[in-house]
């Protein structure tokens, strides 16, 4: 099976900031990746999917990027509100793995 | 209101059995794939099974394959998991989740709150 990881696991930023997620496929997957936010106590919920697409009602500040094995999420200016863990999660067959989670915080 | 809602869990011995249920509400049940993902306490999703529209094809993470069984009845608007030899591994919070779309099989827009699964002696 494809294994997912992310990096980092962890990170603090400054409300404004822009913050970089990296997600990576042990084998191409094409674009079949989605981004979920989990805040914390609260269920996941769909930002991105097909690598780079917003799902609807999702702000603006949230976009996606990469194709094969190496994907990005990033928040062009952090706020306060995005506190959460970030996991992605392939989807080009079963199963369909989610990564391990990149825990961010305001600084 | 999309609305799913899971029922079911409790606390159990290790290798005792347990059914969970999710109680679809404000669509058309029978039209979606439907997923389980559970949370240990404090760490990540991991993906559990997977049922298609029709109940024609189940997929299972190797985690749970030969001891859980995903099903649906889609005149109920209902989704179930059959859980045999629990391990305490298994103690989790069990996300019931529907697709995107019917014509997508394997992300989801919709979670329940989720049901409480705890195995130990």
């Known amino acids: 099976d494809i294994q997912m990881t992310q990096s980092p696991s962890s990170l603090f930023a400054s409300v404004g900031d822009r913050v970089t997620i990296t997600c990576r496929a042990s084998?191409?997957?094409?674009?079949?990746l989605a981004w979920y936010q989990q805040k914390p106590g609260e269920v996941p919920k769909l930002l991105i999917h097909a690598a780079s697409t917003l799902h609807s009602g999702v702000p603006s500040r949230f976009s996606g990027s990469g194709s094969g094995t190496d994907f990005t999420l990033t928040i062009s200016s952090l706020q306060p509100e995005d506190v959460a863990t970030y996991y992605c999660?392939?989807?080009?067959?079963?199963?369909?793995?989610f990564g391990p989670g990149t825990k961010v915080d305001i600084k | 209101e999309v609305q799913l809602v899971e029922s079911g869990g409790v606390a159990v011995e290790p290798g005792g059995s347990l059914r969970l249920s999710c109680a679809a509400y404000g669509f058309s049940f029978d039209d979606y794939t439907m997923h389980w993902v559970r949370q240990a306490p404090g760490k990540g999703l991991e993906w559990v099974s997977l049922?298609?529209?029709?109940?024609?094809?189940?997929v299972y993470a190797d985690s749970v394959k030969g001891r859980f069984t995903i099903s649906r009845d889609n005149n109920k608007n209902s989704l179930y998991l059959q859980m045999h030899g629990l391990r305490t591994e298994d103690t989790a919070l069990y996300y019931c989740a529907k697709v995107v779309s019917p014509n997508i099989d394997y992300y989801m827009d919709v979670w329940g709150k989720g049901t409480t699964v705890t195995v130990s002696s």
């Open positions: 049922i298609t529209r029709d109940g024609g094809a189940t």
């Open positions: 999660q392939k989807y080009n067959d079963a199963p369909p793995t």
């Open positions: 084998q191409g997957i094409a674009d079949y």
